[in-house]
């Protein structure tokens, strides 16, 4: 699409006019001046003008094609000039020579005249040329930083490169030492400069005697198929050789590999030796789960370089475990070991609780929720008791006690307290009872919780109430006791029968229930069958049956039996009708007649018996079921006519035997339509009449 541009100035258009009339001034007449164009180059952001130019000190051009650009001036050096245009350069708000790029290898409109005497103009048009990556957009590559040697002789270069881009795509460095990057997307631009920083790092190898230089390539993919690159050079100076040194050289070993906790945990012992200990010698040990350690240089000139140990605890998985020599830091030396942690956790499945006084008495929790003890010591006689003196007590989570599960405690309903305490203390007043909560969390496993109700001696015991009403055939009292325990009897009751209820409406297969609660509260259930519901299944399957008889009956009819009907019309006698049907047609016919008859006279009988003598919702349910039926056997019957008479008219046209005896069998199930649709007209009306409100 083209960019709209403002007209150019009245002067330029004057010194326009005059160049293309080839009429010059008088006074440009007696000049030698001239001004020619060597190039017009498009290259990315740039647009390069360079030409010759006589008589004249500088040159000042401008763009009107496609683009327009302001006006720019060239020094004209030993007769030669040149002008950049920028994308600063637009005019109209343009900010891309895109629309340019449209007139690649064809001439573009210039105006270029001599800044000393602006009569003196250039050609009015220049060949643009367009390079390959013409318009790929400019791009700088810095070297940032080059690191000191390493123990390899290696130097580590960091390297980005600015691009003037908003484009996405992707990008790759070549490192010029055989070596390339892999492909990676282009970072999003910077929308307040409209740049993209692409950071970069290689490591060179530098023991060559003499710098070595690299061309450093960066090679972008810009969306949709645009490639370009952009190199620059980097020199790499030679590392001094390194002064011989007896590094220190270390073993990992695993001397005890642990048991298993409860908690899924295992505890391993490392043993590392160290050979040609320098003074100082400093290390480190990756334990492989993110944690780490230094081995300072005392303990290793002490121990001698041997036997130095460190354990870890590691919950279950795989660990890599890599002790380093850091110090001296030009002895980069490591080993390495690796373990499997195979443990399962056994997750508690209950909770126990002991109590303990004061007086340092402990009890045995035999029953949580009812507040039941027995005294641990002291007791050979394993009494048992419900409640305690007042006065402070403790309560001991005596399982699970796993290494780093957390507990939470709950007193009544105070807000719990989440503490890593296996106990709990308790003040019992006279009389007063408490619940004590805890929930224990062990990881990898379902939280566990448990309460114990303590309940301080003092309660007065009273006498038992009088015997509730009797409901639900039974009847409770209950009375105090002296431990704060209410006690509760029950007995059992009568009361009277309720009434029947309703026969409930009958089911497929034609079963009624009804349903009361006898004097002890028992249910009792009756069954019967309903009778019009059988009937009404009798004149389902008999309109079924007899829809299927008429239709096979009609259908079995030979050609020459229609042929002989229709002769009828034109003199023809019965006589040859009834020639025309075998014996097997005449029983068929019968039979379907029969079946009609008899269907009919049911269908009647079932109404008045079952339906007007029984209107509530159980007979309406039934005449509903048996209008859904019809319905069904109407829209098969219809569905099956009405293809056979398709059939018939494609397959049969051109045989007169084959479309009597197709159409002979639609009319069969035109029959069926008439009886079955005037069945289910009247039911439907009948329907509407009695049922409305009635289920």
């Known amino acids: 699409m083209l960019i709209s541009h403002p007209k150019p100035t009245e002067a330029f258009e004057k010194r326009t006019a005059s160049h293309q009339e080839n009429i010059l001034p008088p006074s440009i007449k007696t000049m030698a001046c001239a001004i020619d164009y060597t190039e017009a180059i498009l290259s990315g952001v740039n647009l390069t003008i360079s030409g010759v130019a006589t008589e004249c000190e ?204 409860d908690d899924g945990h295992q505890t391993v012992t490392f043993n590392i030796n160290v050979d040609n200990i320098t003074d100082p010698t400093i290390l480190e040990i990756d334990f492989g789960d993110g944690t780490d350690e230094t081995i300072p240089n005392s303990e290793i000139q002490a121990s001698g370089g041997s036997g130095i140990s460190r354990q870890h605890t590691y919950s279950p998985g795989s660990y890599t475990i890599v002790v380093h020599v850091i110090y001296p830091e030009e002895c980069a030396s490591s080993n390495t070991t690796t373990i499997v942690i195979d443990c399962e956790v056994k997750c508690p499945n209950d909770v126990l609780f002991e109590i303990s006084d004061s007086n340092g008495n402990r009890f045995r929790v035999i029953d949580n929720a009812s507040g039941v003890y027995e005294q641990i010591n002291d007791n050979p006689d394993n009494t048992q008791i419900t409640c305690f003196p007042p006065g402070n007590y403790t309560v001991h989570l005596v399982d699970p006690v796993i290494t780093g599960q957390s507990i939470t405690w709950r007193e009544d309903d105070d807000p719990p307290q989440p503490t890593n305490l296996t106990e709990f203390d308790v003040i019992l007043a006279n009389g007063v009872v408490k619940l004590i909560n805890a929930t224990t969390l062990v990881e990898n496993c379902h939280p566990l919780a448990e309460s114990v109700l303590l309940r301080a001696c003092g309660c007065e015991e009273t006498d038992w109430s009088e015997w509730s009403d009797c409901e639900d055939c039974i009847q409770t009292r209950q009375r105090n006791l002296a431990d704060c325990t209410v006690q509760t009897e029950t007995r059992p009751c009568t009361v009277e029968p309720t009434a029947w209820t309703p026969w409930s409406a009958p089911s497929w297969i034609c079963i009624q229930t009804r349903s009361r609660r006898n004097a002890l509260c028992i249910p009792e259930f009756q069954t019967r069958v309903d009778w019009c519901c059988i009937w009404t299944w009798i004149n389902i399957f008999l309109a079924a049956v007899t829809a299927v008889v008429v239709f096979i009956a009609i259908c079995m009819l030979p050609a020459s039996f229609w042929t002989a009907v229709l002769a009828l019309a034109s003199g023809g006698s019965l006589s040859a009708v009834w020639a025309a049907l075998s014996t097997i047609n005449i029983i068929m016919l019968i039979a379907g007649a029969v079946l009609l008859v008899v269907s009919t006279i049911s269908i009647i009988l079932w109404l008045f018996i079952c339906i007007f003598r029984n209107i509530g919702p159980a007979a309406c349910r039934l005449l509903n079921r048996f209008i859904q039926f019809l319905a069904f056997f109407v829209t098969i019957t219809g569905i099956i006519t009405l293809g056979i008479a398709i059939l018939s008219l494609i397959f049969c046209s051109g045989n007169p035997i084959c479309l009597f005896q197709g159409l002979g069998c639609a009319a069969g199930g035109l029959v069926d339509l008439a009886w079955l649709g005037f069945i289910l007209a009247v039911c439907v009306i009948i329907e509407s009449i009695l049922c409305n409100g009635n289920g």
């Open 58 to 261: 500088s040159v000042t051009v401008q763009i009107t094609d496609n683009v327009i650009t302001g006006e720019k001036t060239g020094t004209v050096i030993n007769g030669e000039w040149e002008v950049q245009f920028g994308i600063n350069d637009l005019l109209n708000g343009a900010n891309s020579f895109e629309p340019l790029t449209q007139k690649c290898g064809d001439r573009i409109k210039i105006i270029a005249y001599c800044k000393e005497g602006s009569s003196c103009v250039g050609p009015d048009v220049v060949e643009l040329s367009c390079p390959p990556g013409h318009n790929c957009p400019s791009v700088t590559i810095n070297i940032t930083e080059i690191d000191e040697c390493d123990e390899q002789q290696e130097r580590l270069v960091k390297f980005e490169a600015t691009v003037e881009s908003t484009t996405a795509g992707v990008f790759e460095w070549s490192y010029g030492d055989g070596q390339s990057s892999t492909s990676a997307f282009i970072p999003p631009a910077d929308p307040s400069t409209g740049t993209v920083i692409i950071e970069g790092e290689h490591t060179y190898q530098a023991d060559d005697s003499d710098p070595t230089t690299f061309t450093l390539t960066l090679h972008t993919l810009f969306l949709p198929d645009l490639t370009c690159e952009e190199s620059t050079t980097i020199v790499i100076e030679p590392c001094e050789p390194m002064i011989g040194i007896d590094c220190p050289e270390v073993t990992l070993s695993v001397t005890d590999e642990g048991r298993c906790s």
